[in-house]
């Protein structure tokens, strides 16, 4: 198998029972990311108990109810790492340390702190904690060193000040004696001539700051033998102003837009009670598909209609067979079919796509400890690599190394 590229990380708050959005949204885009990256996917149980903190019910029979959702659509273990975050310390260890260099004005201007504070008034969530949400999503991003994020829309503000938060880290601590260190080696490997021209360059992108003296400054180190790629990573560093890279800045990995609307045709959200969940049993599943609303302009049986118009036509572009898919649209907008064979239609391919997703939940329902099993492991795995960057932070940091 050829080696995975870059590495992931996305977290998923376990507030109950997943629906059709997650799946179709989400994890069908994770299933796909773990067969070219080395992802990690957790349960963010801690990110749960900042808006939950007052009830928190049974968050680990929820994160254990979620990881067999995310097992019966195909995240599969053998191929990503699955696991809980309170199970991997180093994230809180992480979240405390970058805690003390995030200036509060970073924070406070995330246009979701307001926002969600307002839209879950009936919570108190004048808290450190709530605050802090994107800190705490910042260390489960950094203790891997991850480059790439899947995220949703709403979570892009996040993912900026994480980017700002190893940005500052970088400049914080990777100036120190580790950095000079790294510099004095690189340079060591230039020949004299090398090294003027170079300065030279390095003086001149000061200047200039352009494209083209930053590829020249690229090809010089293409000369230069046995340069490692942390060393080069430092000099870059330097050229830049910004110090190592012990941090590296993640990029989000935007999730396509919501392919699947709810069945009163906005955004599918628990909260809308527009969902169709994926443990939804299958005459409950007909019903919501019954009631679902349609082009508005088909009042009459004889009212030609637009599929694309209708949320039933975005459920068949996800589910139904290509014949199924002509059929539709060729009798929708001429009144030959009515709403209700579609929807009948329709309902025959999503209890193929779901029938068998039922089953698997269901199986790995049955099977605690198996799914308990999966997670411990992955815990273990992902602690293995949380716990290295965190050496490297705390001695960046200068604290004494943990014994
Ligand atoms: N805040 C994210 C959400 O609500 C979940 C999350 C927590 C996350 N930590 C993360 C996502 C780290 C990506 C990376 O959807
Ligand atoms: Fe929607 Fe189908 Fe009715 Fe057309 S026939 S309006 S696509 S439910």
Redesign the pocket.
Known sequence: MPEKSLRV?????PTGPLHLGHWVGVLQNWVALQKQHDCYFFA?DW?ALTTHYEHPGALADLTREMACEWLAVGVDPERATLFIQSGVPEHAELHLLLSMMTPLGWLERVPTYKEQQEALADRDLSTYGFLGYPVL?TA??LAYRARL?P??QD?VA?LEVTREIARRFNFLYGRGPVFDHLLAEARGRFKPDLRKKWDQLVEGYRESGTASSWGSLESVLGDVPDLTSEERGALYAEVRGTGREILPEPQPLLTPGAKLPGTDGRKMSKSYGNAIGLRDPEPVVREKIRTMVTDPARVRRSDPGDPERCPVWKYHETFSTASTREWVQAGCRSAGIGCLDCKERLLGHLGEALGPVRERIEHWHNHPRDVEEILQSGCTKAGREAHQTLAEVRAAVGLAERR
């Open positions: 990380v996305s977290g998923m708050r963010a990110h999503m489960d991003v994020v995220v949703g979570q996040h």
